[in-house]
């Protein structure tokens, strides 16, 4: 939602309250212009749900209506649904920490003297240790929340959604070729990274799609790309298709041993499914050969380097028959060879 429809917005709420005390309807302008203005820094910052949502309770904490309360609880509900929840808790410190949580059930089982305000898409979860919510206050936290927090959250989630569509390869749902570069850069540049690159190539797709068909040729890339997915750690490493059938995977704070580890389960998880005609196959499979090098053990804070070496020990793989992991290794010959013809 445009800033303009969000003050129009808040506007309507406005003279549907005229009940309001002047100075509360004054906190929540200004609330509103802070939260829904977005947080200082890069467009990611402004727009990002947790720290609105950080902000927001902040400020309702700093009204005098919750010197009493202990907690005061902010969660996010998508529709009718009570799953995929964003808490806060604020305690006299500050903002204490933000979770995500599946069930709201917890939250309101934690205390036995709960205040419960449920709106359209954000739940206020009020803990009072003085007193119970009156009507003017539930009145007052109603458009507060309505006002602050729900425009400017589900804008924030839009840029979000909008945001994650860009930088996902739309046939797999695994980050782009032009993400995975730049967080590659970023995560082996670190001061002190541990990162390991895998680069994984399907084995004969050209030859799997004139047999197969290109339809059952894009469904085995969506499926060596769910795999994949599933043999990596949700919101840590880093796995994107880079092009055609080739693929790759950032593991961060990794040892080599652990890396080899996770190349073995996908290599053996793609030899093990049944993909359809993949009789036809080289091998009666369908299967990937993996490449992979380390930072630092084998290159020191040099993404390029590391994508080449990682390539080199990807290249060893194919030529040892396929459907391998290899690690990168300066004796190798087949990845001398590559090294090789590389440099000329």
């Known amino acids: ?132 919510l009156d009507e003017y206050k539930r009145k007052f936290l109603n458009y507060y929340a309505e006002s602050t927090l729900t425009h400017s959250v589900k804008n924030a989630i839009e840029y979000e959604q909008n945001l994650d569509a860009a930088i996902r390869n739309s046939l797999t749902g695994l980050y782009n070729v032009g993400y995975y570069k730049n967080q590659l850069r970023i995560e082996v540049e670190k001061r002190d990274s541990n990162v390991a690159l895998l680069l994984i190539d399907i084995d004969f797709l050209k030859n799997y799609n004139f047999n197969a068909g290109h339809t059952e040729a894009d469904e085995s890339i969506k499926t060596v790309a769910n795999i994949i997915q599933k043999n990596v750690r949700e919101n840590w490493d880093i796995p994107a298709r880079r092009g055609g059938d080739e693929f790759a995977v950032i593991l961060k704070d990794v040892s080599i041993d652990y890396a080899v580890e996770i190349a073995e389960r996908i290599r053996s998880a793609v030899e093990m499914h049944q993909f359809y005609n993949e009789r036809l196959q080289p091998g009666g499979k369908l299967t990937v050969s993996i490449g992979i090098a380390h ?50």
């Open 1 to 132: 939602m445009g800033t303009s429809k969000v003050i129009e917005k808040h506007r309507e709420l406005l003279s549907k309250i005229p009940d309001l005390e002047i100075e509360d309807r004054n906190f929540i302008d200004a609330a509103r212009n802070v939260v829904v203005g977005g947080v200082d820094g890069s467009p990611e910052e402004r727009f990002d749900v947790r720290k609105r949502i950080d902000r927001a309770v902040e400020i309702l904490y700093s009204h005098p209506f919750f010197d009493g309360c202990s907690t005061i609880e902010v969660y996010l509900r998508e529709g009718n649904e009570k799953q995929k929840c964003v808490a806060v808790e604020v305690f006299e410190e500050g903002v204490k920490e933000i979770m995500i949580d599946n069930d709201l059930n917890p939250f309101i089982s934690r205390y036995p003297n709960i205040e419960e305000i449920k709106l359209n898409d954000i739940g206020l979860l009020i803990v009072s240790l003085r007193e119970s």
């Open 295 to 344: 930072s630092p053990l084998h290159v020191y804070h040099d993404p390029k380097m590391l994508e080449i070496y990682a390539d080199a020990a990807l290249y060893a793989s194919k030529e040892r028959g396929r459907n391998t992991v290899t690690v990168f290794n300066y004796d190798d010959q087949q990845i001398k060879e590559f090294i090789k013809k590389y440099r000329k």
